[in-house]
T-cell receptor, first 113, second 114 residues
Framework: GQQLNQSPQSMFIQEGEDVSMNCTSS?????WLWYKQEPGEGPVLLIA?????ELTSNGRLTAQFGITRKDSFLNISASIPSDVGIYFC?????????????FGQGTTLQVKP | DTGVSQDPRHKITKRGQNVTFRCDPI?????LYWYRQTLGQGPEFLTY????????KSRLLSDRFSAERPKGSFSTLEIQRTEQGDSAMYLC????????????FGQGTRLTVV
């Protein structure tokens, strides 16, 4: 099936540091979403992107829809301990309008106080 | 309405038994999705409803799986003759289906087949 390549797989950083993660694909997407998931819970929507080149912020989080429409990036500035969790990118293929999402494998973030 | 609700949160069953999960989407959301998530992986699409119509099913959804959304509101996912490989987190999500793709997830049902 379709794949989203998400990297890095995991990160262990110091509180206060900035974090960057990204997702790439060989396919073109018309929507990119970023979610955060904590143990035993469902994914929580962080940011939604709908246009190539779009840059959107949500507090300390900033995400971009890549110009090629095949990638997206998420940055977290000045990380804090509660940022710990697994971050997933998800996208809807340009050939679809059903809202069906393809997910990356996730980036596990650990923050050292 | 505080979000997507799933029940039960956890289910342990013996191999060969049938199980049924329920999902209550956000009110007035037309679209409802089921995903499956195994440890260390992202969610994988299973099936999608637009109101009461099931419009797409993944090849992951074997004949032992059936989903319904009888009145276009809540949905059920049934797994018959469970196998150990069915052990996973089953996630439900809903979206308004009106010009955006923002899907909101429930807390999931963790299934363990022993």
């Amino acid at each position: 099936g379709q794949q989203l390549n998400q990297s890095p797989q995991s990160m262990f950083i110091q509180e206060g540091e900035d974090v960057s993660m990204n997702c790439t694909s060989s396919s073109i997407f018309n929507t990119w979403l970023w979610y955060k998931q904590e143990p035993g819970e469902g994914p929580v929507l962080l940011i939604a992107l709908y246009k190539a080149g779009e840059l959107t912020s949500n507090g300390r989080l900033t995400a971009q829809f890549g110009i090629t429409r095949k990638d997206s990036f998420l940055n977290i500035s000045a990380s804090i301990p509660s940022d710990v969790g697994i971050y997933f990118c998800a996208g809807q293929l340009s050939s679809s309008n059903t809202g069906k999402l393809i997910f990356g494998q996730g980036t596990t973030l650990q923050v050292k106080p | 309405d505080t979000g997507v609700s799933q029940d039960p949160r956890h289910k342990i069953t013996k191999r060969g038994q049938n199980v049924t999960f329920r999902c209550d989407p956000i009110s007035e959301h037309n679209r409802l999705y089921w995903y499956r998530q195994t440890l260390g992986q992202g969610p994988e699409f299973l099936t999608y409803f637009q109101n009461e119509a099931q419009l797409e099913k993944s090849r992951l959804l074997s004949d032992r799986f059936s989903a319904e959304r009888p009145k276009g509101s809540f949905s059920t996912l049934e797994i018959q003759r469970t196998e150990q490989g069915d052990s996973a987190m089953y996630l439900c999500a809903s979206s308004s289906g009106q010009g955006d793709t923002e899907a909101f997830f429930g807390q999931g049902t963790r299934l363990t087949v022993v």
